[in-house]
């Protein structure tokens, strides 16, 4: 079974970017698919990012054009690139794999200042 820990959260000012990186315990080539998720206080949480095993990519409207997921299967990461970041996007950010069981990350802390 897959295990997943994110790494990368900060604070950063808005306008700013930042970088979520996700390192798997073994290989991700055969995973469905992996994404991005987060939970804003009193929210509840919702997809950022999706990228499939063949390379498809997916993103909420609200971050579409500004952040960008990539995959390395040789490092096994799932990386989450963000940028012109903006107060809204204040939230916990999970990494998750599709695989015969749903794989979450612990969270990593994202803080938008104004």
């Known amino acids: 079974q897959v295990q997943l820990v994110e790494s990368g959260g900060g604070l950063v000012q808005a306008g700013g970017s930042l970088r979520l990186s996700c390192a798997a315990s073994?290989?991700?080539?055969?995973?469905?698919?992996m994404g991005w998720y987060r939970q804003a206080p009193g929210k509840q949480r919702e997809l950022v990012a999706t990228?499939?095993?063949?390379?498809?990519?997916n993103y909420a409207t609200s971050v579409k054009g500004r952040f960008t997921i990539s995959r390395d299967s040789a490092k096994n990461t799932v990386n989450l690139q963000m940028t012109s970041l903006k107060p809204d996007d204040t939230a916990v950010y999970y990494c998750?794999?599709?695989?015969?069981?749903?794989?979450w990350g612990q969270g990593t802390q994202v803080t938008v200042s104004s």
């Open positions: 990228i499939t095993s063949g390379g498809t990519t």
């Open positions: 998750k794999a599709w695989t015969t069981y749903d794989v």
């Open positions: 073994r290989s991700i080539f055969s995973v469905a698919a």
